[in-house]
């Protein structure tokens, strides 16, 4: 008879800020699904979340703010900006956005520049987080000029958008080479790392609708989806197979969820610049898909707390 096994995770903390990233998005797709009762809901459970994160490093004071724990710390930071994201759209009021902005922005920049310092270990998709704050930094920015912030928040976001752009692309780049010559450990739950670069992919098309516009957004957005293709099916091909085999949990289920959020809003944005029938049918889908990995991440974590604790 096989013997259950039982392990620990990480404690409440910076190490789980990705289920904050996941959460705050699934709101903020409801709420543009036109599913505000349920927005509602999610956005509560992601305050409860950012409340327990918080909570949970003053306790534990786990992860240290050293350069190879920055990947926690910028899912953290990210997901701060993404939940007052969320609040905004929810209420219509420019304060939660601000918040998320003022407190995330500054932070994910810091991460950032300590992160460039170094990359320790191996090559692999986590390194990338770190590089990836700055260009949610550029989202929130956008969002706050057009409802009316002023131009400080414009040129703040194409700041953030260069600096993420020109750190991010050419490490992933780099993490995808070292994939393909079998240098990256894509075991376990490591499997739904492989969706992080799709996070960028994302948030670059929405950023440029933002910042630019919707000509710029259509010759950016028309490039990264061609190359966005066989980034979703290389994550399709590691990560279903470790969800089929019920791997291990850990904050790494949580890397699911963020990046096909991003690919939705950055679809929905292209739709409406196209106006094709079949990517509106898409941009329709993807939510779904994040929703979807939601769920597998809370019926994950649910699981271990069941049977593996």
């Known amino acids: ?49 950012l409340v327990a994160l918080v909570v949970g490093f003053i306790i534990y004071r786990t992860p240290r703010f050293h350069q190879d724990m920055m990947a926690p710390w910028a899912m953290t930071f990210i997901g701060i900006m993404s939940l007052g994201t969320a609040w905004t759209n929810l209420t219509d009021n420019l304060t939660y956005i ?38 949610m930094a550029a989202n929130t920015a956008g969002t706050t000029h057009a409802k009316g912030g002023g131009d400080i928040y414009w040129i703040l976001g194409v700041c953030c958008l260069v600096a993420s752009i020109g750190a991010a692309y050419p490490l992933f780049a780099r993490v995808y080479v070292a994939a393909w010559r079998r240098k ?65 949990y850990s904050p790494a289920w949580w890397a699911s969820t963020f990046p096909t959020g991003t690919i939705s809003v950055g679809s929905h944005h292209l739709a409406e610049v196209w106006n094709l029938e079949w ?29 593996e604790r």
């Open 1 to 49: 008879m096989k013997t259950r096994t039982s392990y620990s995770l990480p404690p409440a903390g910076p190490a789980w800020g990705g289920s904050l990233m996941g959460t705050s998005l699934v709101a903020t797709l409801l709420v543009i699904s036109g599913l505000d009762p349920l927005a509602w809901v999610v956005a509560c459970i992601g305050v409860a979340i």
């Open 98 to 135: 601000l918040v998320g902005f003022w407190v995330g922005a500054p932070a994910c920049l810091a991460v950032y520049a300590n992160q460039l310092r170094g990359f320790q270990g191996e090559p692999n998709f986590a390194w990338g987080l770190a590089l990836v704050g700055p260009i």
């Open 184 to 248: 990256v450990d894509l075991s376990g739950p490591n499997a739904a790392t492989v969706w992080i670069p799709l996070g960028v992919v994302g948030q670059t098309v929405s950023a440029v609708d933002l910042l630019f516009g919707k000509d710029a957004e259509l010759i950016v957005g028309t490039v990264l989806l061609i190359i966005a293709i066989p980034m979703i099916a290389f994550a399709m091909w590691h990560f279903y197979p470790a969800v089929a085999h019920w791997v291990r």
């Open 279 to 307: 990517l509106t049918i898409i941009a329709t889908a993807l939510p779904a898909l994040l929703v979807f990995h939601w769920l597998l991440c809370v019926a994950r974590c649910t699981f271990w707390v069941v049977r």
